[in-house]
């Protein structure tokens, strides 16, 4: 089993100071251990630099929660990759449910920023998952596949091996409902063998899918357990930081044991 990621999706959360209080307290219960887990703290924008000064110290990147699918320009209100790359940040969300949803996000924006990222070295962590209707309907492996090669499989293999998905069922984003430790392994597997189609064995094996939708302090270890489970993006439960830091531990139980 390869070393877990775990990513802190803020959302848009958290005042200036609490979330300075906030990173702070994290570092303090990370400070000496020495993690073989990928962390990484995704707060809201204007909180990007004040994570990327203290992730230089610590044991945490800085990523953040969009993009512009523009390199630069007439584009008022939007922030592009090449600006937070400047700053440090090392990571992006892109194409999470609730840009799709509130956001009019489609396949091809989704594309256009991976596109961004990867020019100006960012990591996207490029996200999926189906509604509860298509998985009523027995369709959720379809409308994944398509997210999925709609915005990601344009890359050539080489681009490939830098992203990161995470698989997140729009059902169980900050509802509380989180999906079974099968129902995560099940469409890892899927898609983790929609890979190996496309890109081979090593790229497929090597790439990291998370699973995201309320995983917590209680659920992450048994998830994190799965065996196409590489980890997690954490909404609510990244908020707070002890239950954070559980999680975290978590991923590093599960790869001591394995
Ligand atoms: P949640 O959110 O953990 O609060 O369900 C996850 C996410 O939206 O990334």
Known sequence: MKPKLVIGNWKMNKSFEEADDLIIEISEHLEGLTLQTGVVLCPPFLYLELTTDHAEENEFSAGAQNCSEYSNGAYTGEISAEMMSEIGVEFCIVGHSERRKYFAET?????????QLLKYGLIPVVCCGEQLEDRQKMNHFQVVETQIKESIFHLTKEQFET??????????????????????????????????????????YATYILYGGSCNAQNALELFSQQNVDGGLIGGASLKANEFVSIIEAAETVLKDN
């Open 107 to 115: 396949n091809q924006m989704i594309a256009n920023k991976v596109d």
């Open 163 to 204: 992203i990161v998905i995470a698989y997140e069922p729009v059902w169980a984003i900050g509802t509380g409902e989180t999906a079974t430790p099968q129902q995560a392994e099940e469409m890892h597997q899927y898609i983790r063998q929609i890979i190996e189609k496309k890109y081979g064995t090593e790229t497929a």
